[in-house]
């Protein structure tokens, strides 16, 4: 009999576990909206793709049934803008997580609660890897990121705004050194989507 083909998309947890199936593949990053919509890769860049894989597999426990395990990696490069000098830099992103599967919410929660090196799914619904993919790729996204040493010089701190005309103080010292400096410590918007997660996960 022909094995069944296995739908990244519509995964059937339970069955792709207890088969200790694999499943690999490779995926524009651009066809992931919520985490190339962000990114800010130079006209020259290569276009950039994301590399995952999923292993199923049964844990055995002293008493009880089996427990359902996935292994999920996967690998970007995502372009960002370092926060310090404002050029795009290239951030590699690198995810290995270990999923537990419970038979529904509540035992899901309870879990959750215990389990501090893995993360704890419901089963129900097929499970989407693309977008379990980006979910995690998203929270492996740097706070603020920046060079370790960035490629231009930074420009020179400007006078103080006190020196300025009344006219000039109101309107070029919005934009002067201060506003950089608050900008380089601004978090990226992607990573207080991370930050969040991780949060709603502890």
């Known amino acids: 009999m022909k094995a069944a083909v296995l739908n990244p998309r519509r995964l059937d947890v339970a069955r792709f576990s207890r088969q200790g199936a694999h499943l690999a593949g490779q995926m ?56 310090r000098c404002l050029q795009p830099m290239a951030v590699a992103l690198r995810v290995d997580r270990m999923f537990r599967f419970a038979r529904n ?20 619904r097929p499970l989407d890897l693309p977008t379990l993919v980006e979910d995690e790729l998203i929270m492996a996204l740097p706070i603020v990121p920046r060079h370790e040493a960035c490629p231009q010089p930074l420009l020179a701190p400007a006078a103080p705004a006190a020196a300025l005309p009344d006219s000039k103080a109101g309107t070029e ?26 949060q709603r996960s502890s």
């Open 28 to 83: 524009p990053l651009e066809t992931l909206q919520r985490l190339s919509e962000g990114t800010c890769p130079p006209d020259d860049a290569l276009a950039s793709l994301v590399t995952w894989s999923a292993q199923g597999f049964l844990r055995e426990v002293l008493a009880g049934a089996p427990e359902l395990r996935l292994r999920l990696q996967a690998e970007a490069t995502v372009w960002l803008h370092c926060q």
């Open 105 to 124: 919410d509540d035992e899901a929660a309870e879990l959750d609660e215990v389990c501090e090196d893995e993360d704890v799914l419901a089963l129900g």
């Open 173 to 198: 010292g919005a934009h002067g050194p201060d506003e950089a400096n608050r900008a380089a410590d601004r978090p990226h918007p992607f990573a207080v989507l991370g930050a969040l997660k991780r």
